[in-house]
C-alpha cells in the first residue's frame, strides 16, 4: 500500500487535471460562441452564409486516418460532390418532400449543405449484421450521413457525447444536426422530410421519447413516476439516442455533459441529459407523439404502467405508422426490448421488396459512398457480406 502522502499527492493531481480539461471545455466553448453572430434572431434563420469554424479544438480533433490508399476508400474532394450523388438516385421512390440542395452524401468540405447534418457514432460493426441494416436504410432514403469514431477504441457510453460536440462544435450555429444510434435505427424517410418536420416543432432541440424510464427506473422510482412531466401519449421519458437540434442549442447540453462525466467514459449518457430536461437546465423538448423518432421498448408493471409500441405500429403504403399518435415517424430506435421488432419492420419496408432488389439496385448500393471519420468509404466495403 502506498504511503499516505504520495495518495493525496495523486489524488491532487487528478484532480488538478480534471480542472484543467473542465476549463479549457468551457473556454472553448465560449471562444466559439463569440465568433458567430450573437444575433438571437440568427439562431433560427436559414441561411447559407453563416461561417463555421476554421479550427476545431485541439482537445476534442478526431484521429483521422489520411494515409490509406485503397480502391473503396478516397477522402472528400475539395470540388463539388455532385458526381457522388448519382449512383443512389435512381433507388428511391419518388419522395414526398424534395430539396435539392441537401445531397444525398456527406461533405466535408460544406460543414451544413442543405442547411442540416446527419451523425451517428460507431466505432466498429458491432456483433452482427445490425449497423449495416442502419445502414441500407440511410443509403436507400438519401441520407448524407456523417459516421463519427470509426476505427477508435470503444470504451464506453459518454464517448459519443464527447465524439458528437466535437463535430457540432465545427458546425454554424443555425446548422440543424441529427444524431442517432448506430445499431439498432432504420430509417424511413428523407433528409428533406425530416427536417420540415423539425422546423413545425417551433424549438431549437427535441429529443426523441420513450416509453421506458432508464437508468431512473432503477435509481429511483419517484423520479419516474412523479418528477417526470406528464406525457400527452406513453411516450414519457427522455430518450438520449435519437435528437434533433440547432448546433447553437445542443452544444451546451454536450458540453456541461462531458464536464458532468468527470472523464468516466461508462457514465450514462441517457442518465445525464435526462437530468438536465428534468432540472430545466435546457430547452429541451421530447418527441411524445413521434413525429422525428419513434422508439419501441416496451414496459410492464409494477416497476412502470405497460406500453407496447409494436401495437401501436400499422404498415402503410410500405412505410410504417403510429396509429395511436397518427404519425408517420421518420427514424426507428429498436432500443432495450424492441430490437425483436427490427427485422420483422424492416422486411415490410419498400426497399425490402424485390422490385427494388434488382442487380442494378444492389450494385449502385455498394458503390455509395458514405463518410467515416473524413474518409468516404463504400458501403460495400463496410458491409461486404450484406444481404439485400
Known sequence: MAPAGKQVSASLVGVCFKSVILTGLVFLFYSWSQLISNSPAALFMETESTPAIATPPTELRRIQNTSKKEDNIRRVPEKDNKEALEPISSLLKPAQEEDDSIPAVADKENTCPGGIVFMMYATHHGRDDRFCRTLESVVRHRIPMNI?????????????????????????????????????????????????????????????????????????????????????????????????GYASAIAPVLLSAVAKTQGDMKANDQEIVADFYLSKKFDIVLDHNGAIFQALHRTDPPDLPFCNPWEHMALKNERWEN??????????????????????????????????????????????????????????????????
Not at 420540415?196 to 429529443?207: H, I, S, Y
Not at 429498436?334 to 422490385?355: C, D, I, P, T, V
Open 148 to 244: 463519427l469514431g470509426w476505427g477508435l477504441k470503444w470504451e464506453g457510453l459518454s464517448q459519443k457525447l464527447r465524439g458528437s460536440l466535437e463535430a457540432v462544435m465545427l458546425l454554424p450555429q443555425d446548422c440543424i444536426v441529427v444524431f442517432t444510434d448506430a445499431y439498432d435505427v432504420l430509417y424511413q424517410e428523407e433528409a428533406a422530410k425530416i427536417k420540415k418536420k423539425f422546423l413545425e416543432f417551433n424549438k431549437p432541440l427535441v429529443f426523441s421519447a420513450e416509453c421506458g424510464c432508464w437508468p431512473h427506473i432503477i435509481i429511483d422510482k419517484d423520479i419516474c413516476w412523479k418528477k417526470y412531466p406528464e406525457s400527452p401519449t406513453p411516450y414519457r421519458y427522455l430518450n438520449s439516442g435519437q435528437w434533433i
Open 323 to 388: 396509429i395511436l399518435t397518427h404519425n408517420t415517424p421518420s427514424i426507428f430506435h429498436f432500443n432495450g426490448g424492441g430490437k425483436a421488432f427490427h427485422l420483422k419492420m424492416e422486411k415490410k419496408l419498400w426497399y425490402r421488396q424485390s422490385r427494388s432488389n434488382t442487380a442494378e439496385h444492389i450494385s449502385k448500393i455498394k458503390e455509395t459512398e458514405l463518410l467515416f471519420e473524413g474518409n468516404l468509404i463504400t458501403f460495400n466495403k463496410i458491409c461486404p457480406s450484406h444481404v439485400f
